[in-house]
């Protein structure tokens, strides 16, 4: 109904019709390397380089996908370990952060102010400069080199905290004191009133988790050495100095590496649109 | 009895506040706060790791001194880099993003559609965009210099193994990975912009352009503050792209200051250097974020 007023009040105008027709052209031009990956991936080797571009492969080549997931480069072993840690580390900081978060927002408690002006403090301090002293922290602990180890680090995240605090913070107080008078615990009131009405804030933290912990090459790269442990990014990179020149090979992995985080991204694209861009409003 | 109950019920409400908070705490403690103080710590000394904790030699402010000597021969490329880096990508992603983002507000059908395309690029892993970049922009027979050979160009650039096209080619990669981040931030700045003034300046009979310049721009001022400290901040942190692609190279063509400090580190295993060269880049996210926390007030425009 609504699209309908929405059309009978603005009728089609030509000169939109062009502007949209020249910016779907540019949007072409910008996907142009990812639209290539979808059709070479498909394409035999000696294919690939033909020109003009065939879009459509000439001969359909599913084989591919076939040789890089039974080939001899552990991409299903990759894919597990990806799946592994992201789901492990999206978990855990779902927990943690919103625990965190309900003692920040609504509980009073010794330096609290304290603790939260430190972790304020300390969002600016960029990664690098705390790498080194992780990794020799996770050496002496023996979690080098272990997905434990990396889950551990990734799960922990100030970001995530502050992200659920906010919205904890518009939970009325009348609320929690009313199930206080009744008898209620913290821990009944946390899982029983906030967790639950903050659905919508722990999507978007589980969302924007699992695109971030899905993509980290960096961290990996540094905290594993096993390549029984390499995530898919790892596996990616190590894949590409391996396979060389077998180019449709390349794009077919390229693909499997991206698509899974393309479907999250089209179902939960509001969350994950308004999450990254949340900072932005508030200012 | 009173006052003792109260009391009571302070340190409970301690305990368990302190028993929500404990994950996080130790986390902070474990990856934030330790590693802060002991990064710090390291870059006064001269420490290389396969010698162990004895091998640390206190060295004062020596490591910094000589990273910003301008004689290090890794380093000194590395910054140079990143500034350049800096300095393009960031006006370059802003002013693309708010023109594109300005077409998807109002002058253009499916925008929501559109949206969702340009904002793929960012979504998409780092490493498997690098990769696909890579065999396009194959310098013999990739499909990119296939078409500037077939417009005439007898020697095309040769992308990311070209000494001297390495570091634009990475560039140009990480403003379109990032373009459709700025896009969207730009819109949801956009739509926050009143209809009323530009209902008045159509009134006034301002066309299209003037309401962009007069309206538009400065409206979205306090949007494109944020977009740019984010930006400058991202373009120093920039590492995967170069990892994958260049590796830093040919010779020094593309390292940046990310880069060398993971060279500096786990390649090369000078620890002291390295947390010193992570302490200076903090600095200067530190200086340039302060800079423009300052000037915001004085050039931003905010609705009232």
Do not use: C
Request: net charge positive; aromatic share 16%; proline share 4%.
């Amino acid at each position: 109904m609504k699209n309908k007023r929405k059309t009978a009040r603005e009728p089609i105008r030509l000169g939109k019709v062009i502007r949209t027709l020249i910016f779907g052209l540019f949007m072409l031009v910008m996907l142009f390397p990812l639209l290539w990956m979808i059709s070479t991936s498909f394409k035999r080797e000696i294919d690939v380089f033909n020109f003009p571009i065939q879009w459509i492969p000439p001969v359909f080549n599913w084989h591919n996908y076939v040789e890089v997931w039974q080939g001899n480069y552990n991409f299903p072993l990759y894919y597990w370990n990806t799946i592994k840690v992201t789901v492990a580390v999206v978990v855990i900081q779902l927990v943690i952060s919103s625990m965190a978060a309900y003692a920040l927002a609504k509980m009073d408690f010794k330096f609290k102010g304290f603790i939260f002006s430190m972790f304020l403090a300390t969002m600016m301090i960029p990664d690098q400069v705390t790498i080194v002293p992780r990794f020799i922290l996770l050496q002496t602990m023996g979690l080098l080199n272990s997905h434990a180890g990396y889950i551990l680090m990734l799960a922990f995240s100030v970001y995530g905290v502050f992200l659920l605090r906010q919205s904890v913070i518009t939970i009325p107080d009348s609320l929690i004191e009313a199930a206080r008078m009744d008898g209620a615990t913290h821990l009944q009131i946390f899982i029983q009133i906030i967790i639950p009405m903050l659905k919508s804030s722990l999507a978007t933290l589980a969302i924007l988790r699992f695109v971030w912990t899905w993509n980290d090459y960096q961290n990996p790269l540094i905290f594993f050495r096993d390549q029984k442990l390499f995530t898919l990014q790892l596996g990616m990179s190590q894949f590409a100095s391996q396979a060389g020149t077998y180019y449709a090979l390349l794009m077919a992995a390229s693909v499997l590496a991206i698509v899974p985080l393309l479907i999250i991204f089209i179902i939960g694209q509001r969350y994950i649109m308004d999450g990254m861009t949340a900072g932005a409003v508030k200012g | 009895m009173e006052i003792r109950a109260g009391k009571h019920k302070k340190h409970k409400d301690n305990l368990i506040g302190y028993l929500f908070m404990a994950p996080v705490l130790l986390g902070f403690f474990a990856f934030i706060a330790f590693p802060v103080i002991a990064s710090l710590l390291i870059s006064f000394t001269d420490w290389n790791f396969l010698a162990g904790f004895s091998g640390i030699k206190f060295v004062g402010f020596a490591n910094y001194a000589k990273l910003l000597s301008g004689n290090d021969a890794w380093f000194t490329p590395s910054f140079i880099n990143t500034i350049i880096f800096t300095v393009t990508t960031v006006p370059i992603g802003l002013a693309l993003g708010l023109i594109i983002a300005a077409f998807m507000d109002k002058y253009v059908y499916w925008s929501k559609l559109f949206r969702v395309f340009v904002f793929i690029p960012y979504i998409a892993s780092v490493v498997a965009s690098v990769i696909v970049w890579q065999v396009m922009l194959q310098p013999t027979y990739g499909p990119v210099n296939s078409l500037l050979h077939s417009i005439g160009m007898a020697n095309p650039p040769k992308w990311f193994v070209d000494p001297n096209w390495a570091l634009p080619t990475i560039i140009i990669f990480q403003i379109w990975q990032t373009l459709g981040y700025n896009v969207i931030v730009f819109m949801a700045g956009l739509k926050g912009i009143s209809a009323d003034l530009y209902e008045a300046a159509e009134i006034d009979g301002a066309g299209e352009v003037r309401k962009f310049f007069s309206i538009t721009l400065p409206m979205i001022s306090p949007t494109m503050f944020f977009l740019s400290t984010m930006g400058i901040i991202g373009s120093f942190k920039v590492f995967d792209s170069i990892s994958v692609a260049t590796g830093g190279g040919p010779g020094t063509a593309t390292s940046v200051v990310a880069f060398y400090i993971y060279r500096e580190a786990f390649q090369m295993y000078r620890l002291g250097t390295a947390n010193a060269a992570a302490w200076i880049m903090f600095a200067v996210i530190f200086v340039v974020t302060m800079i423009q926390l300052r000037g915001q007030n004085r050039w931003v425009t905010y609705e009232s």
